[in-house]
C-alpha cells in the first residue's frame, strides 16, 4: 500500500507544481500494492501541488488508468476495439473470464489480476492485443494467453 513515506518520496521527486500532477499520481498508484490511489493519497497530492482535492480527485476519475478502488498486483487490459475483436478478442476475454474466475472489472480472490478492458492499444498490426501492467502482448492465441498468465504467475512466486 502507498505508505506515507512512499509517497513522501515521489513528492520529493517532483516540483510542488499543478503542471506535475498525472505523473505524481502514476508514480503513486504503481508504487501502491493494490494498484490504486486512496482518498488520503488524493488529498495530500492535491495538497503538495496546490490544488483543491477535488480537482484531483477529477483527474483521477477522469483517467481511464486510475482507479480509486483497490485492484490485483496486475493489471490485464484486453484490447476490445473492432481490429482486435475481428481477430478474436472477445473469445480471449472469455478464456480470461473462465480461467480466472472474475467479471471484468473484479480482481482475482488471491489478488493476483484484475481484469480490464481497453480501448485500441495502438498495436492493431498485431491483434489481437493485451497489457498487462506496462506490458504490451499481441498475436495473441489461447495457447499463448495461458501460457503469458503462468509466466506472470510465476514471476510473482519467485520475487
Ligand atoms: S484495435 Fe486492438 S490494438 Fe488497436
Redesign the pocket.
Known amino acids: 500500500m502507498a505508505s506515507v513515506t512512499g509517497l513522501q518520496t515521489i513528492l520529493e521527486g517532483y516540483a510542488p507544481d499543478p503542471a506535475n500532477l498525472l505523473d505524481i499520481l502514476h508514480d503513486a498508484q504503481e508504487a501502491n500494492e493494490q494498484n490504486h490511489l486512496s482518498r488520503e493519497t488524493l488529498r495530500e497530492v492535491a495538497e503538495y501541488v496546490g490544488l483543491p482535492t477535488s480537482t484531483v480527485v477529477s483527474s483521477a476519475t477522469f483517467y481511464s488508468m486510475f482507479s480509486l478502488t483497490p485492484r490485483g498486483r496486475h493489471i490485464i487490459r484486453i484490447?476490445?476495439?473492432?481490429?482486435?475483436?475481428l481477430v478474436g478478442?472477445e473469445s480471449l476475454l472469455d478464456l480470461l473470464i473462465k480461467t480466472l474466475g472474475v467479471e471484468v472489472g473484479e480482481t482475482t480472490e488471491d489478488g493476483a489480476f484484475t481484469l480490464e478492458t481497453s480501448?485500441?492499444?495502438?498495436?492493431?498490426g498485431?491483434?489481437?492485443?493485451m497489457m498487462i501492467d506496462e506490458e504490451l502482448y499481441?498475436n495473441l492465441t489461447k495457447e499463448r494467453l495461458a501460457g503469458i498468465l503462468e509466466a506472470v504467475r510465476s514471476d510473482d512466486d519467485g520475487s
Open positions: 484490447c476490445e476495439s473492432p481490429p482486435c475483436q478478442a480501448s485500441c492499444l495502438g498495436v492493431c498485431v491483434a489481437p492485443a499481441g
